[in-house]
Protein backbone atom coordinates (compact mmCIF):
# COMPACT_ATOMS: atom_id res chain seq x y z
CA UNK A 1 0.00 0.00 0.00
CA UNK A 2 0.96 3.62 -0.36
CA UNK A 3 2.23 6.10 2.33
CA UNK A 4 0.84 9.24 2.56
CA UNK A 5 1.53 12.55 0.42
CA UNK A 6 0.82 15.59 2.71
CA UNK A 7 -1.61 17.78 0.71
CA UNK A 8 -0.26 21.37 -0.54
CA UNK A 9 -1.10 24.31 1.20
CA UNK A 10 -2.36 27.12 -1.42
CA UNK A 11 0.33 27.70 -4.27
CA UNK A 12 2.80 25.03 -2.68
CA UNK A 13 3.55 21.97 -4.10
CA UNK A 14 3.14 18.67 -1.87
CA UNK A 15 5.86 17.25 0.40
CA UNK A 16 6.27 13.66 -0.60
CA UNK A 17 6.40 11.20 2.62
CA UNK A 18 10.13 9.55 2.69
CA UNK A 19 10.33 6.00 1.31
CA UNK A 20 10.11 3.06 4.32
CA UNK A 21 10.44 -0.53 3.77
CA UNK A 22 6.77 -1.08 5.52
CA UNK A 23 3.41 -1.19 3.33
CA UNK A 24 1.22 -2.98 5.01
CA UNK A 25 -0.87 -0.98 7.65
CA UNK A 26 -2.21 -4.16 9.09
CA UNK A 27 1.32 -4.54 10.60
CA UNK A 28 2.77 -3.40 13.81
CA UNK A 29 5.90 -2.97 11.96
CA UNK A 30 4.84 -0.55 9.72
CA UNK A 31 4.01 2.23 12.57
CA UNK A 32 6.91 1.05 13.92
CA UNK A 33 9.22 2.32 11.48
CA UNK A 34 6.83 5.75 11.15
CA UNK A 35 7.12 6.20 14.99
CA UNK A 36 11.13 5.33 14.69
CA UNK A 37 11.79 7.56 11.99
CA UNK A 38 9.44 10.62 13.21
CA UNK A 39 7.20 10.12 9.98
CA UNK A 40 4.16 11.31 12.01
CA UNK A 41 2.04 13.86 10.17
CA UNK A 42 -1.25 12.83 12.41
CA UNK A 43 0.14 14.11 15.46
CA UNK A 44 -1.33 16.82 16.68
CA UNK A 45 1.47 16.86 19.78
CA UNK A 46 -1.62 18.46 21.69
CA UNK A 47 -5.22 18.59 21.55
CA UNK A 48 -7.85 20.64 19.85
CA UNK A 49 -10.79 22.66 21.02
CA UNK A 50 -13.51 19.98 20.11
CA UNK A 51 -11.81 17.56 22.28
CA UNK A 52 -11.70 19.64 25.03
CA UNK A 53 -15.35 21.23 25.13
CA UNK A 54 -16.52 17.37 24.86
CA UNK A 55 -14.28 16.08 27.31
CA UNK A 56 -15.27 18.99 29.67
CA UNK A 57 -19.17 18.35 28.88
CA UNK A 58 -18.50 14.47 29.63
CA UNK A 59 -16.63 14.91 32.53
CA UNK A 60 -17.52 11.63 34.41
CA UNK A 61 -17.31 9.56 31.22
CA UNK A 62 -14.67 6.79 31.09
CA UNK A 63 -12.83 7.05 27.77
CA UNK A 64 -10.92 4.23 25.86
CA UNK A 65 -8.59 5.52 23.05
CA UNK A 66 -7.78 3.12 20.34
CA UNK A 67 -4.79 3.79 18.09
CA UNK A 68 -3.76 6.08 20.27
CA UNK A 69 0.01 7.34 19.22
CA UNK A 70 1.36 9.48 21.10
CA UNK A 71 -1.81 10.18 23.39
CA UNK A 72 -1.91 12.88 23.60
CA UNK A 73 -5.38 12.89 24.86
CA UNK A 74 -4.84 10.32 27.29
CA UNK A 75 -2.43 12.39 28.89
CA UNK A 76 -4.91 15.72 28.66
CA UNK A 77 -7.32 13.43 30.70
CA UNK A 78 -5.35 11.75 33.03
CA UNK A 79 -4.08 15.26 34.39
CA UNK A 80 -7.49 15.97 35.25
CA UNK A 81 -7.96 12.65 37.07
CA UNK A 82 -10.31 11.15 34.37
CA UNK A 83 -10.26 7.30 34.03
CA UNK A 84 -9.29 6.64 31.04
CA UNK A 85 -7.17 3.54 29.03
CA UNK A 86 -5.39 4.09 25.69
CA UNK A 87 -4.07 1.37 23.69
CA UNK A 88 -2.26 0.84 20.77
CA UNK A 89 -0.56 -2.42 18.58
CA UNK A 90 2.64 -0.75 17.10
CA UNK A 91 5.79 -1.10 20.88
CA UNK A 92 6.58 2.21 19.09
CA UNK A 93 3.96 4.13 19.51
CA UNK A 94 3.38 3.08 23.31
CA UNK A 95 7.03 3.46 23.89
CA UNK A 96 6.33 7.01 22.48
CA UNK A 97 3.02 7.68 24.55
CA UNK A 98 4.46 6.63 27.86
CA UNK A 99 7.10 8.99 27.32
CA UNK A 100 4.53 11.96 26.93
CA UNK A 101 2.03 10.58 30.01
CA UNK A 102 5.17 10.41 32.26
CA UNK A 103 3.49 9.90 35.55
CA UNK A 104 0.27 8.54 34.42
CA UNK A 105 2.26 6.46 31.85
CA UNK A 106 0.21 3.21 33.20
CA UNK A 107 -2.71 4.30 31.20
CA UNK A 108 -1.04 3.19 28.00
CA UNK A 109 -1.18 -1.06 26.69
CA UNK A 110 -0.19 -2.19 24.03
CA UNK A 111 -2.91 -4.21 22.14
CA UNK A 112 -5.02 -5.59 19.87
CA UNK A 113 -8.17 -3.33 19.55
CA UNK A 114 -9.95 -6.51 17.71
CA UNK A 115 -9.37 -8.70 21.64
CA UNK A 116 -8.45 -6.10 23.90
CA UNK A 117 -10.71 -6.27 27.16
CA UNK A 118 -10.84 -2.80 28.78
CA UNK A 119 -10.67 -2.70 32.60
CA UNK A 120 -13.61 -0.57 32.16
CA UNK A 121 -16.88 -0.63 30.30
CA UNK A 122 -16.18 2.93 28.21
CA UNK A 123 -19.11 5.48 28.22
CA UNK A 124 -17.19 7.43 25.30
CA UNK A 125 -14.53 5.79 22.81
CA UNK A 126 -12.41 9.03 21.33
CA UNK A 127 -11.86 7.94 17.64
CA UNK A 128 -8.91 10.39 16.32
CA UNK A 129 -7.06 9.32 12.60
CA UNK A 130 -7.74 5.46 13.64
CA UNK A 131 -10.36 4.33 11.06
CA UNK A 132 -8.55 5.90 8.47
CA UNK A 133 -5.55 4.38 9.96
CA UNK A 134 -7.00 1.46 8.92
CA UNK A 135 -6.55 -0.65 5.87
CA UNK A 136 -10.19 -0.47 4.26
CA UNK A 137 -11.32 -4.48 4.50
CA UNK A 138 -11.12 -3.74 8.32
CA UNK A 139 -14.18 -1.41 8.10
CA UNK A 140 -16.75 -3.76 9.03
CA UNK A 141 -14.90 -5.03 11.69
CA UNK A 142 -14.50 -1.53 13.55
CA UNK A 143 -18.07 -0.96 13.58
CA UNK A 144 -18.74 -4.13 14.62
CA UNK A 145 -15.92 -3.93 17.28
CA UNK A 146 -17.51 -0.28 18.64
CA UNK A 147 -20.83 -1.77 19.09
CA UNK A 148 -19.51 -4.77 21.14
CA UNK A 149 -17.16 -2.07 23.48
CA UNK A 150 -20.02 0.21 23.92
CA UNK A 151 -22.89 -0.23 25.88
CA UNK A 152 -26.39 1.62 24.82
CA UNK A 153 -26.21 4.97 25.19
CA UNK A 154 -22.36 4.99 25.30
CA UNK A 155 -20.78 7.50 22.97
CA UNK A 156 -18.39 7.48 19.93
CA UNK A 157 -17.19 10.61 19.24
CA UNK A 158 -13.86 12.00 17.82
CA UNK A 159 -12.83 13.29 14.62
CA UNK A 160 -13.45 11.61 11.53
CA UNK A 161 -11.57 11.90 8.01
CA UNK A 162 -14.46 12.20 5.24
CA UNK A 163 -14.16 11.74 1.74
CA UNK A 164 -12.32 8.72 0.24
CA UNK A 165 -8.70 8.82 -1.22
CA UNK A 166 -6.66 7.32 -4.03
CA UNK A 167 -4.08 6.43 -1.32
CA UNK A 168 -3.37 6.29 1.79
CA UNK A 169 -3.23 5.95 4.89
CA UNK A 170 -5.52 8.15 5.93
CA UNK A 171 -7.69 6.26 4.19
CA UNK A 172 -10.91 9.29 3.73
CA UNK A 173 -14.12 7.44 3.93
CA UNK A 174 -17.09 8.89 1.83
CA UNK A 175 -19.89 10.06 3.95
CA UNK A 176 -22.50 7.31 3.00
CA UNK A 177 -20.55 4.84 3.35
CA UNK A 178 -19.46 5.63 7.23
CA UNK A 179 -23.09 6.53 7.53
CA UNK A 180 -24.05 2.79 6.07
CA UNK A 181 -21.37 1.37 8.34
CA UNK A 182 -22.17 2.79 11.92
CA UNK A 183 -26.49 3.22 12.00
CA UNK A 184 -27.03 -0.26 12.42
CA UNK A 185 -25.62 0.12 15.21
CA UNK A 186 -25.18 4.33 16.51
CA UNK A 187 -27.28 6.77 16.25
CA UNK A 188 -25.53 10.26 14.63
CA UNK A 189 -26.59 12.69 17.69
CA UNK A 190 -24.04 15.65 16.72
CA UNK A 191 -22.40 16.84 13.89
CA UNK A 192 -20.15 19.70 13.40
CA UNK A 193 -17.13 21.44 11.81
CA UNK A 194 -13.50 20.90 12.95
CA UNK A 195 -11.03 24.24 13.47
CA UNK A 196 -7.63 23.49 13.73
CA UNK A 197 -6.91 20.52 11.56
CA UNK A 198 -3.43 19.39 10.53
CA UNK A 199 -2.51 19.64 7.04
CA UNK A 200 -3.13 16.09 6.29
CA UNK A 201 -6.68 16.35 7.43
CA UNK A 202 -7.78 20.22 6.49
CA UNK A 203 -10.93 20.86 5.27
CA UNK A 204 -11.78 17.18 5.84
CA UNK A 205 -12.38 16.49 9.47
CA UNK A 206 -15.74 16.35 11.14
CA UNK A 207 -16.54 16.14 14.63
CA UNK A 208 -19.38 13.32 14.87
CA UNK A 209 -20.68 11.93 17.95
CA UNK A 210 -22.49 8.42 18.14
CA UNK A 211 -24.70 6.68 20.62
CA UNK A 212 -24.65 2.78 20.84
CA UNK A 213 -28.49 1.84 20.62
CA UNK A 214 -29.95 -1.30 21.02
CA UNK A 215 -29.60 -3.18 18.39
CA UNK A 216 -27.00 -6.42 18.90
CA UNK A 217 -23.70 -6.23 17.32
CA UNK A 218 -23.26 -9.08 14.85
CA UNK A 219 -20.65 -11.84 15.45
CA UNK A 220 -17.45 -12.11 13.15
CA UNK A 221 -14.75 -10.06 14.35
Same mark, same amino acid.
Given at each position: ??????????????????????????????????????????????? &? @???????? $???? %??? !?? *? /???? #??????????????????????????????????????????????????????????????? &? @???????? $???? %??? !?? *? /???? #?????????????????????????????????????????????????????????????????
Amino acid at each position: MSDPTLPAQPGQPPASAPEFDTRDPAAPAFWDERFERGFTPWDQAGV &L @PAFEAFAA $AHHD %AAV !LI *P /GCGN #AWEARWLAERGRTVRAIDFAPSAVERARKVLGDHANVVEEADFYTYAPPFTPAWIFERAFLCA &L @PKAQRADY $ARRM %AEL !LA *P /GALL #AGYYFIGETPKGPPFGIARAELDALLTPYFNLIADEPVEGSLPVFLGRERWLTWQRNDAPAAPGV
